[in-house]
């Protein structure tokens, strides 16, 4: 997605894979195969560019620093990056600068995990400070008997450099996605406020703008992103994922310092798209606008189900909704995966919600015509 907005710009992009199956070596015409973990693979990737950023945030920071220091832009650097890749410093950070967060702490053991519910209250959550996604490396725990109970398989089973969080469980009527950019020369823009749905710690739709908040409520998560992109000194794409509680009130769950998914209706639903806005904030342009097109955007991830064919089922999609507007990732259908995303358009949001909804649960089987 960000290759293809990058053609209309003439920006020449090279992308580092693991493996030529991934989605985007599927696509772009420079690929080198290596690891992101490879300090060797990454410096000669490197090697040429005028900047270097990315479509996810687990490449090491030291080694991202020695690219700083041979003089290579990256962007965002390892000092904002460490922020969006560990939640034990995110959250130690965020606290500083006064930003709206749940009751946490780092625990070391049992003890220490069960007292934290004993004072907060359980149910409780505890999360590895590093490694988590889509709702792996999360663990909600009921009460001090389970904690005693499963704490112990938890903190063995942490990646290594992670520590393990606790942290009070937010009773929050929803979840929202602030999305701003940054360049170099400190321009930024905010996207308008989305509500996300999660189901099993996936992302399955957001709505966009968010119903329901008021314009105060709306500006001052847009302020909150915008300052943190500002204090932890962010390049390109930062993507601050709220949970509201019932009085309305915001506490931020984390972070994210790339393209996000929960900004994927920007792509045809904006004036500039997430992606554009990245590639402009990284090689330091002014910012596109980044306001919607109609009314209400909704997207629905198309996640794998019992459609392998996947193209094929486009002749119904299209045919049924002509402005629907699908992608798809390029990735092998597996039950769960995110393999693609549905976007619609319009000003009466029951509507639009039902179109993209139909759309997204064809795309996985779960109904038929």
């Not at 060797?40 to 490197?46: H, M, Q």
């Not at 962007?75 to 930003?99: I, N, S």
């Amino acid at each position: 997605m960000m290759y293809t907005a990058s053609i209309p710009l003439g920006i020449q992009l090279r992308l580092l894979a693991t493996d030529p199956g991934e989605s985007a070596a599927q696509v772009f015409a420079d690929v080198s195969i290596g690891q992101h973990t490879d300090p060797d693979a990454v410096r000669a990737f490197a090697a040429g560019c005028d900047v270097v950023t990315f479509d996810h945030e687990h490449v090491p920071t030291d080694i991202l620093r020695g690219l700083a220091a041979e003089g290579i832009a990256v962007r965002p650097g390892p000092d904002a990056l460490v922020h969006a890749q560990d939640k034990a410093v995110m959250r130690e950070r965020l606290t500083a600068l006064g930003a709206p967060c749940p009751a946490h702490r780092v625990v070391g053991g049992v003890a220490d995990l069960v007292a934290f519910g004993d004072e907060h209250g359980w149910p409780m959550i505890a999360k590895a400070s590093r490694g988590g996604y889509d709702g792996k490396g999360v663990w909600k725990l009921d009460s001090a008997e389970r904690a005693t109970a499963e704490a112990p398989a938890i903190l063995a089973g942490l990646p290594a450099g992670a520590v393990l969080v606790a942290e009070e469980f937010v009773d929050f009527a929803r979840e929202l996605s602030a999305l701003v950019v940054r360049s170099p020369s400190g321009q930024a823009v905010a996207y308008p406020i989305s509500e996300s749905v999660q189901r099993d710690g996936i992302c399955v739709e957001t709505v966009t703008p968010a119903p329901g908040l008021t314009p105060d409520q709306a500006v001052a998560a847009q302020q909150l992103a915008l300052r943190l992109a500002h204090e932890l000194d962010v390049i390109g794409v930062l993507a601050v994922e709220l949970m509201e509680r019932r009085d309305g009130s915001v506490v931020v769950n984390e972070l994210a310092m790339r393209p996000h998914n929960t900004g994927h209706w920007s792509i045809d639903g904006a004036h500039t798209s997430q992606f554009e806005n990245h590639l402009r904030a990284v090689l330091d342009l002014p910012l596109g606008d980044p306001t919607p097109r109609q009314r209400w955007t909704v997207m629905c991830n198309v996640l794998g189900g019992s459609v392998a064919d996947l193209p094929s089922a486009l002749l119904h999609s299209f045919a049924r909704d002509r402005r629907l507007r699908v992608e798809f990732y390029g990735k092998e259908v597996r039950p769960g995966r995110k393999v693609g995303h549905v976007s619609c358009f319009g000003d009466d949001l029951e509507q639009v919600r039902k179109r993209a909804h139909h759309a997204a649960d064809y795309l996985m089987g779960t109904i038929g015509t």
